[in-house]
């Protein structure tokens, strides 16, 4: 199972970026799909973006004009850049990587989060 750890959350005001960073402990090479997922107070954890291992991503409907996901194989690093922030966008955002263990067979192992804070 492969470790993640976020990075890059913080408090901004509306209209700033932010550039969060998940590092994996293993090769992202050939990793099924790379997210991350975000869950605000009182609300369910959601899909932000996502990459699969051929490059192709996914974008909330709320969050693609602004955000955009990418990855370092090299690195083992996934990153999502944030700008024009906005309020609604406070929440933990979560990093989560899905492994194929055999066709139709997933495993899903998630970061602890880091916590972005949208505020005058």
């Known amino acids: 199972q492969v470790q993640l750890v976020e990075s890059g959350g913080g408090l901004v005001q509306p209209g700033e970026s932010l550039r969060l960073s998940c590092a994996a402990s293993?090769?992202?090479?050939?990793?099924?799909?790379m997210g991350w997922y975000r869950q605000a107070p009182g609300k369910q954890r959601e899909l932000v973006a996502d990459?699969?291992?051929?490059?192709?991503?996914n974008y909330k409907d709320s969050v693609k004009d602004r955000f955009t996901i990418s990855k370092d194989n090299a690195k083992n690093t996934v990153y999502l850049q944030m700008n024009s922030l906005k309020p609604e966008d406070t929440a933990v955002y979560y990093c989560?990587?899905?492994?194929?263990?055999?066709?139709?067979?997933?495993?899903?192992?998630w970061g602890q989060g880091t916590t972005v804070t949208v505020s005058s």
């Open positions: 990459i699969t291992s051929g490059g192709s991503t």
């Open positions: 989560k990587a899905r492994s194929s263990l055999r066709p139709g067979l997933f495993q899903d192992s």
């Open positions: 293993k090769s992202i090479f050939s990793i099924y799909t």
